[in-house]
């Protein structure tokens, strides 16, 4: 009850910062959900797909254009990069043409890589100056985006079914999800000279270590790989363990509901202390248990179940956890700039992580595939750990 008053009080006592992550958020799951049953009614899934890698490597390379925000204030950021973002999302109405396609997405993708970057430093800024509140602000931003995205697709389909899906209807909804990103309270995000961007002296903004840096680029990259290895292909290896269809919605629908609720667990006080450890710990334990399930033979669709609700709670601690360490972790004078690595790296991950397993999954089996997560997410929970070493021991040395 006591951690609950605590959760409550602090929604109330960021409510700006809260309202403006559930409508970034909530626009962006509405859009994002619209768009691909728009394009599949309509027959044109490939100029989705052409959308979709457009905007993951358009978000990919949104590091290398900090620099050019440099001295500029996160509510100016917020204005200008929530109308670049809204016209991507307008964009979406055209199906037909793949050129448009493709511009759709670098524009969606660049608006909402450096958004996102804003929510951040936003974030960041905040836990500097309430320090006793850190905890609930990094994990929060992970919560919300667990519970709009269930929200988006309940929405959607809700109104999809009351209005038929017809193209007019889609349209209204990509048009108004647009428009809810202009209408975005950027008023509420701190004003010109309490948050800026860290002015970089090169073009580029990369890290003044660039061997670490570096080191901090790959481990990303490889737990982009990680997270969606598994991830985009659930339901068909749901379906191959035997599941109808059915059945494999009712699961997906429950895990992604297993994922929201496992936030509260470690918005615990305990994980506050020493994130970085607990992280290892977290994905030691997880990892040893979903390789324990790929290795049964027996009853595969019991076992296949069990990884999946761990790596369900498992995925919430990963990324919640990995934002408590990046604080401690990061240089308060390159945050932006190691903020930018993260989400270029996990989106570089991403685009390599979903081809490579689905490319297991074809040729070799799931249960292998099961096994090479839970392997992969023991490194990446080792490997953060020794990072975290790694800068604790470059800010002593300063």
Avoid: H
Wanted: charged share 15%.
């Amino acid at each position: 009850m006591k951690n609950v008053r605590l959760y409550v009080g602090v929604l109330r006592k960021y409510k700006s910062l809260f309202i403006y992550i559930t409508m970034f958020y909530l626009s962006m799951g509405i859009s994002k959900y619209t768009q691909i049953l728009y394009f599949q009614q309509n027959g044109k899934l490939i100029n989705f797909s052409l959308a979709y890698s457009a905007m993951a490597i358009a978000g990919s390379f949104s590091f290398l254009i900090t620099n050019r925000l440099e001295g500029m204030s996160l509510r100016k950021v917020a204005k200008i990069l929530g109308l670049i973002y809204a016209t991507g999302m307008i964009l979406r109405v055209f199906f037909q043409s793949s050129w448009i396609a493709i511009i759709s997405g670098s524009i969606s993708g660049f608006g909402a890589a450096i958004l996102i970057l804003v929510v951040r430093k936003w974030i960041y800024a905040e836990s500097d100056k309430n320090p006793e509140d850190k905890q609930i602000l990094i994990s929060s931003r992970y919560t919300i985006m667990q519970i709009t995205s269930l929200l988006a697709t309940l929405v959607t389909g809700l109104i999809l079914f009351i209005f038929s899906s017809s193209n007019v209807v889609y349209i209204v909804i990509l048009s108004a999800t647009a428009m809810a990103i202009i209408l975005l309270p950027a008023n509420s995000v701190p004003a010109d000279g309490e948050i800026k961007i860290e002015k970089k002296s090169k073009v580029f903004a990369l890290p003044v270590n660039r061997v670490r840096g570096l080191s901090y680029l790959v481990a990303v990259i490889f737990m982009g790989i990680t997270t969606s290895i598994v991830d985009p292909i659930a339901p068909a290896l749901l379906r191959a363990t035997g599941y109808n269809v059915g059945a494999v919605s009712v699961i997906i629908t429950s895990l992604g509901v297993v994922t929201m609720l496992s936030a509260f667990l470690f918005q615990l006080p305990i994980f506050n202390k020493q994130p970085a450890r607990y992280f290892w710990l977290v994905e030691l334990f997880s990892g040893s248990i979903i390789i324990f399930c790929g290795l049964m033979t027996r009853n595969q669709y019991i076992w296949i179940m069990i990884a999946f609700i761990v790596m369900s709670v498992e995925g919430t601690g990963f990324f919640i956890l990995k934002e408590l360490v990046e604080y401690d972790m990061f240089p308060k004078e390159e945050t932006v700039v190691y903020l930018g690595l993260a989400q270029s790296g996990f989106l570089i991950g991403d685009a390599i992580g979903a081809p490579v397993g689905t490319f297991l999954f074809q040729f070799v089996s799931g249960r292998i595939l099961l096994i090479l997560y839970g392997v992969m997410a023991m490194i990446c929970g080792f490997s953060y750990m020794e990072l975290s070493k790694v800068f604790e021991r470059d800010k002593l040395r300063v």
